[in-house]
């Protein structure tokens, strides 16, 4: 079992429409969870992070977290072509010394079609 | 604040070369992080630093591999004897102390033939 998972996609959605990515994770130890915005031959940049059960909001984006059932998820409202991305969820394991060192997904590619 | 930048961006090789890439992190960033990225997974956890220490180095980290950070400033990552399976794309990282949220650069794709 993978310790960070995610469904590779792809996921197509139409203009417009909300965006659902989920990711599982395997440490039940995890702490704080990530959420990466990363394209096609560019580097990971950080748009959600998030640490306790419940949703945080910023803008079109809201995570979800649920340590419980080790579920994180991104919603993306109104998708625009411009967000067709990969979605990677990313996961940090306990603080102290280990302070970013992140495990990731695989990702999640996300086209969003006009 | 210009970023993380790496260099090169591009690295062809042949196989049994050593290779060495250079990361200057965000000034007043502490830490340090290499992640290894290969094409359809997400970035990998290699090492990190604070300041010139390292404080910690995954064990899928071969002997061949070693980094260092002089003086806490600039990082080099160095491939001994490459084989095939060490191309990937190499990113570097930075964040402030004590903050988790990393700041990638753009990384350096390595190909070795």
């Known amino acids: 079992q993978k310790e960070v998972e995610q469904n590779s996609g792809p996921l197509s959605v139409p203009e417009g429409a909300i965006a659902s990515l989920n990711c599982t994770y395997s440490d039940r130890g995890s702490q704080s969870f990530f959420w990466y915005r990363q394209y096609s031959g560019k580097s990971p940049e950080l748009i959600m992070s998030?640490?306790?059960?419940g949703d945080k909001e910023d803008g079109r984006f809201t995570a979800q977290l649920n340590k419980a059932s080790q579920y994180v998820s991104l919603l993306i409202r109104d998708s625009q072509p411009s967000d067709s991305a990969t979605y990677l969820c990313a996961v940090e394991n306990a603080g102290g010394t280990s302070y970013g060192k992140l495990t990731f997904g695989q990702g999640t590619i996300l086209t969003v079609h006009p | 604040d210009t970023g993380v930048s790496q260099d090169p961006r591009h690295k062809i090789t042949k196989r049994g070369q050593n290779v060495t890439f250079r990361c200057d992190p965000i000034s007043e960033h502490n830490r340090l992080y290499w992640y290894r990225q290969t094409l359809g997974q997400g970035p990998e956890f290699l090492t990190y630093f604070q300041n010139e220490a390292q404080l910690e180095k995954s064990r899928l980290l071969s002997d061949r591999f070693s980094a260092e950070r002089p003086k806490g400033s600039f990082s080099t990552l160095e491939i001994q004897r490459t084989e095939q399976g060490d191309s990937a794309m190499y990113l570097c990282?930075?964040?402030?102390?004590?903050?988790?949220?990393?700041?990638f650069g753009s990384g350096t794709q390595l190909s070795v033939l």
């Open positions: 990282a930075s964040s402030p102390s004590l903050d988790e949220k990393l700041f």
């Open positions: 998030i640490y306790s059960n």
